[in-house]
């Protein structure tokens, strides 16, 4: 054994330094956009202040009065903009509590990383369930499985050394992991929840191999979604506006072009497009989950290919207003929770005749997360599933939720995926005040068929700025998913270089391989209830 990887909980994480691309992307890309408003601001004021009388503004040029019509609405547009904000400020109140399916996924949780990695996707070996008494048995605090785990762990604590952790803190971290809501002390809250957090403690040391010091250390004050003050940054009418043009468009053309129908059930809104001659026994259809981003703007290219290279099969693709900074959308402010979401889904794919033969899923980033939920609900109606830069696996560990919201951008891609991405109003309500980590999780063993490639495929990269970090989080992802089973080069595709998003870039080696993996036949099946 080598001391110095047994010590890694130790170690102080690299600083982070900023890069010229960070500046540049701020300077030529992020400060022009977001200087809009101020300087709005500015020019009304200004503009309002030169006036002797309201008479005064009718002599105005047409240029200087258009401006100011301009200016104008961004300056109407950013009270409205923080009286959003204000709406999604407040700690939302917690969510009801299923103490089993908590205690069934800290179980999980505490399995993890318990079985060693195979690159070969020795199915057999990988499936052999880990004895959950034995998680129970103290571990060594020299055993590296319980030194990765406090490495991995300690990321929800700022990332200081694991042995600066302290009680306090680890309740509190417990308590918001367990039951939403901010914890002060064992004397102030009910007792079963007492005694369900001492528990979970109990079982955390052994997993850890040691006993935490009593007391707290502020220096390690764990990030708590949900609870934490919501970060968003302003961005302009015009921005926004731009958006909702465009997609309108874009959902036009797609009628126009390939016949695809612009469509509402219940809550849910979709372009679907469904071939005449299709039978319901035919080629499965094809549901797809967009990201985080601008909707179908982001991913018009795609959405084209599928539609033009399937045109004998179905394509669902579903609209998510929250998620695609569609600010003027009636649900912007309001994402859908995991069982609306699964009862509409079901309901809709039933009303198509489609849950007789089962459907193909593919998703891309936090679009796996309503995979994960229909996988969970529906098993047997997820025929196949394609999980495009997952964010959905190992989400215990805190690299995605650190990366995503705590992490200070570093570089330009970073940089501009915080600002155009991850602050804005919308996403940021999804992300910081509705994510559910117990029900936003997904198991390999909850995945049909996961460990048949031509059923189950996963798409990785290794320098992805969400899932990965400068501890390669992606590669434990991908570590995760071979011990479990997963065939390497064949279920789990991993790009070392590959970029958030890349495997979705029009004409890219990953997206053919994608194409050819849903063109694959499965046959007909008929879906047992």
Known sequence: MHPRSLDVDEHPRPPLRRSRSFYLCLVLLVAPVYSL??????????????????????QWSWLHRALFLYCLSEVLFSLYHYKLYRSVAEVPAPAPVDIHLLRTCLTRVLEAGMVSASSSGDEKAATVAVDPMAIFEPLAADDPRAVDFRDRLRTWFRGIP??????????????????????????????????????????????????????SNPAGRPYLLKLDAISVWGRPFVYYAFIASVNHLIRRHFSR??????????QLEYILHVPESWEPSGPNPIVFFHGLGVGFLQYSQLIHRLLDEFPDRPVLVLRQPSISQEIFHPRHLQPMARAEMVESMYALLENLGWTTYGVTVLSHSNGSIPHAWLVKEYPRLVRRSCFVDPVVFCTWEGDVCYNFVYRPPTDGLRLLMRYFVGTELGIANTIQRHFDWADNTLWFEEIPNAHDSASTKFYLGGRDAIVASEVSSSRRVRRYLLAHGAHDGAGVVWNPNGVHGEAMLHRGRDLDDIFSWLAQNQGHVTVKS
């Open 257 to 266: 072009k390939h016949g695809a129908r612009v469509g509402r059930f219940r």
């Open 37 to 58: 408003v101020p300087l709005s601001w500015a020019y009304v004021l200004y503009s309002l202040a030169t006036l002797h009388t309201l008479l005064d503004g009718w």
């Open 162 to 215: 694991w042995s600066a952790i302290h009680q306090h803190e680890m309740y509190a971290w417990l308590y918001w992991a367990t039951f939403g809501e901010h914890f002060t002390g064992l004397d102030d809250i009910p007792d079963g929840h007492r005694a369900a957090l001492q528990d979970a403690l109990q079982l955390l040391q052994y997993r850890i191999g040691r006993t935490l010091p009593e007391g």
